[in-house]
């Protein structure tokens, strides 16, 4: 039986926001499997902010997209032909192989999941990459203290909604910063955050984040840059600490990103600003997926994801990430597992 592989190439390098001349479709056949190699079907694909970072050709911790090539990214699929000894019709793995509905992996590019320990979706969330870079993050950079403040920008996305309740489980004040009153009520009616501010609606967010941070900030993760962040680091502790885990305000922007330098307020403060990838951790990543499965279980974690089904909607749904549509993990459902 032939097998047509739709599959999402970058057509083009973006300047400013993608739009759909970025992205091409296209068909292709998949040929036959070889030994060692398993025939997956796609099931859920991650979106993410840093993947507009790849599609520059600039030097970055990470490789950029190849023009004309699939985009890579975290997936999920079922394995439905194998000829690995490892796999079975019927397993669920994790990889990353990208924008596309079917894929031939080799037996030591994707691993086995078990659906049985939680929604396989969360593999791409809660338990997979973006809750290991809110662990590793927070707790290896941020270092809250039980009592201390901890500020979080793009606080309802899919890393911030995790931090702050990690912040939480350690005893932190907690304040989230998102972009909707939807956001602002799932963070503290959810999730347990102690404020929230919408900066969208603000008349004054440096006066609201002083309201919210009574004794100021001592831990601010840092997801968007920008103004926002500009008016968090003027509101330090001395001995804060400033994970940098994103910026994803300036990722579109054509000109160079301008503000406040940060030098003199880090001397003043004492305060240690460090930017991350949680491929810095690869070696701890069992520590950390066995602690948020504990979290998780005994109920001292939760999640949300916003699901957009169908392959064609990718693009969409990528593009939604910069006009703040997601509440949590934003994945794409490609198609359903067998029975």
């Known amino acids: 039986m032939t097998i047509k592989n739709r599959q999402i190439t970058l057509a083009e390098r973006p300047k400013g926001m993608p739009d759909e001349q970025t992205f091409q479709f296209k068909t292709e056949e998949i040929n036959d499997i070889q030994q060692d190699e398993v025939l997956l079907r796609t099931l859920y694909v991650s979106?993410?902010?840093?993947?507009?970072?790849?599609?520059?050709?600039?030097?970055?911790?990470?490789?950029?997209?190849?023009l004309n090539e699939v985009i890579e990214g975290g997936s999920i699929g079922e394995v439905i032909e194998s000829k690995s000894d490892h796999y079975a019709?019927?397993?669920?793995?994790?990889g990353s192989f990208g924008w596309q509905e079917y894929y031939i992996a080799k037996a030591n590019e994707v691993r086995k999941i078990d659906p049985s320990v939680a929604p396989i979706s969360t593999h791409l969330g809660i338990l997979g990459m973006t809750g290991l870079t809110a662990y590793f993050g927070l707790?290896?950079?941020?270092?809250p203290k039980e009592g201390e403040t901890v500020v979080i920008s793009g606080a309802a996305g899919s890393v911030g909604s995790v931090v702050g309740q990690i912040a939480k489980?350690?005893?932190?004040?907690v304040v989230g910063i998102a972009g909707s009153d939807e956001k602002i009520q799932f963070?503290?009616?959810?999730?347990?955050?102690?404020?929230?501010?919408?900066?969208?609606?603000?008349?004054?967010?440096?006066?609201?984040?002083?309201?919210?941070?009574?004794?100021?900030?001592?831990?601010?993760f840092d997801n968007v840059g920008g103004e926002i962040s500009d008016i968090v680091l003027s509101q330090l502790n001395t001995f804060a600490r400033v994970?940098?885990?994103?910026?994803?305000?300036t990722y579109n922007s054509e000109e160079a990103d301008l503000g406040p330098r940060v030098q003199t307020t880090?001397?003043?403060?004492?305060?240690?600003?460090?930017?991350?990838?949680v491929g810095n951790y690869t070696d701890r990543f069992k520590e950390g997926a066995m602690q948020l499965g504990k979290w998780l279980q005994e109920g001292k974690l939760t999640y949300r994801e916003t699901i957009v089904e169908g392959f064609d909607k990718i693009p969409e749904a990528f593009l939604g990430l910069f006009k703040?549509?997601?509440?949590?993990k934003l994945l794409v459902k490609v198609s359903d597992k067998s029975q």
């Open 47 to 66: 979106v993410d902010p840093y993947m507009r970072g790849r599609m520059v050709d600039a030097e970055s911790y990470i490789e950029p997209f190849q």
């Open 89 to 94: 019709v019927g397993d669920v793995v994790i």
């Open 139 to 143: 707790l290896d950079i941020g270092q």
């Open 169 to 173: 489980i350690k005893g932190a004040h």
């Open 187 to 220: 963070l503290k009616d959810e999730l347990g955050f102690d404020e929230g501010i919408n900066y969208k609606t603000t008349k004054n967010l440096a006066e609201d984040l002083k309201k919210a941070c009574p004794n100021r900030v001592d831990v601010y």
């Open 243 to 249: 994970p940098v885990c994103g910026a994803i305000s």
């Open 266 to 277: 880090l001397i003043k403060k004492s305060a240690m600003m460090q930017g991350f990838t």
């Open 324 to 328: 703040g549509n997601n509440i949590g």
